[in-house]
């Protein structure tokens, strides 16, 4: 199981702070904060989770995990998610959960 900090709830990868579509790719989603729960997981790993939107909806999909790096802060790479759902964007404050029981290292296949 992925380890998390004492703020995250078990199985929450990230919240959503911003979200860019990658046209053929999906959505770049990049964490309102530090986003442990994704450390575990080499990078391009795919992932079954779920978006939870803050008005309640929930997407299915799969997403890997992706980093980048910021102007601001060109020493320190953050981690995301490249988000495979059928939604031109999602809002600030939407949540990701793993939805299956993954260990890191696991990986699901890719369409």
Not at 6 to 14: R, S
Not at 48 to 67: M, N
Not at 89 to 105: I, N, R, Y
Request: hydrophobic share 45%; glycine share 10%.
């Amino acid at each position: 199981m992925p380890s998390t900090a004492p703020h995250t709830p078990p199985g929450l990868l990230l919240r959503v702070a911003a979200a860019w579509p990658l046209p053929g790719l999906g959505l770049l989603l990049l964490p309102q904060g530090p986003a442990p729960a994704l450390a575990p997981y080499a990078l391009h790993t795919a992932l079954a989770v779920e978006a939870r939107l803050p008005d309640g909806a929930r997407h299915a999909a799969v997403a890997t995990v992706e980093e980048m790096t910021r102007p601001e802060t060109p020493n320190a790479p953050t981690r995301g998610l490249l988000l495979d759902v059928g939604a031109a964007t999602l809002p600030a404050g939407t949540e990701v959960w793993l939805t299956d029981a993954a260990e890191p290292g696991l990986t699901l296949p890719l369409g």
